[in-house]
T-cell receptor
Framework: GQQLNQSPQSMFIQEGEDVSMNCTSS?????WLWYKQEPGEGPVLLIA?????ELTSNGRLTAQFGITRKDSFLNISASIPSDVGIYFC?????????????FGQGTILTVHP | GAVVSQHPSWVICKSGTSVKIECRSL??????MFWYRQFPKQSLMLMATSNEGSKATYEQGVEKDKFLINHASLTLSTLTVTSAHPEDSSFYIC??????????FGPGTRLTVL
């Protein structure tokens, strides 16, 4: 089945630093989504990407849908302590699996004040 | 907008009992709802896809007789874990969508089976 490889697995950074994480796939996706999950909560949608090459920002967050449609990255600028959490990428391949999301393994972000 | 709720937020039950978890879309009509299971420090694993008024579609390896899903209305889906055992202890999360390229997740239900 489809798999998403998300890296890095974890990051320990100082407040104010920029963060970058990415996901790659062996197959093409039609939609890329980035979610943040805090302990004991469900994932919250951060950014949705629908077109190859699309670059979208949401405050300090920026994400891009790769041209090959097999990758996406998420950047967080000027990190703050409340950015702590697990970030997941998710992709939808369309076709017969339209609507079903495949999730990456997650990136655990720790921000030191 | 796009708020999804789950009830209960946590439940503890004895082995062999059944547990029902509700998922509601509060401010939109969800044509499709999805049920996921998440073990500690792992990613979300899709269990089944639920469309209003029709039978759920289960992922490979998920027992449909053990995890009963009902999607009776455009705002409510339920997951019943039948004859629960300790290995069923997990974090169960639903998501809902009215357009299949975007999903909104509930806050999750922590199930502990003793």
């Amino acid at each position: 089945g489809q798999q998403l490889n998300q890296s890095p697995q974890s990051m320990f950074i100082q407040e104010g630093e920029d963060v970058s994480m990415n996901c790659t796939s062996s197959s093409i996706f039609n939609t890329w989504l980035w979610y943040k999950q805090e302990p004991g909560e469900g994932p919250v949608l951060l950014i949705a990407l629908y077109k190859a090459g699309e670059l979208t920002s949401n405050g300090r967050l920026t994400a891009q849908f790769g041209i090959t449609r097999k990758d996406s990255f998420l950047n967080i600028s000027a990190s703050i302590p409340s950015d702590v959490g697990i970030y997941f990428c998710a992709g939808n391949a369309g076709g017969t699996s339209y609507g079903k999301l495949t999730f990456g393994q997650g990136t655990i972000l720790t921000v030191h004040p | 907008g796009a708020v999804v709720s789950q009830h209960p937020s946590w439940v503890i039950c004895k082995s062999g009992t059944s547990v029902k978890i509700e998922c509601r879309s509060l401010d939109f009509q969800a044509t499709t709802m999805f049920w996921y299971r998440q073990f500690p420090k792992q990613s979300l694993m899709l269990m089944a896809t639920s469309n209003e008024g029709s039978k759920a579609t289960y992922e490979q390896g998920v027992e449909k007789d053990k995890f009963l899903i009902n999607h009776a209305s455009l705002t409510l889906s339920t997951l019943t874990v039948t004859s629960a055992h300790p290995e069923d202890s997990s974090f169960y999360i639903c998501s809902a969508t009215s357009r299949l390229d975007e999903q909104f997740f509930g806050p999750g239900t922590r199930l502990t089976v003793l």
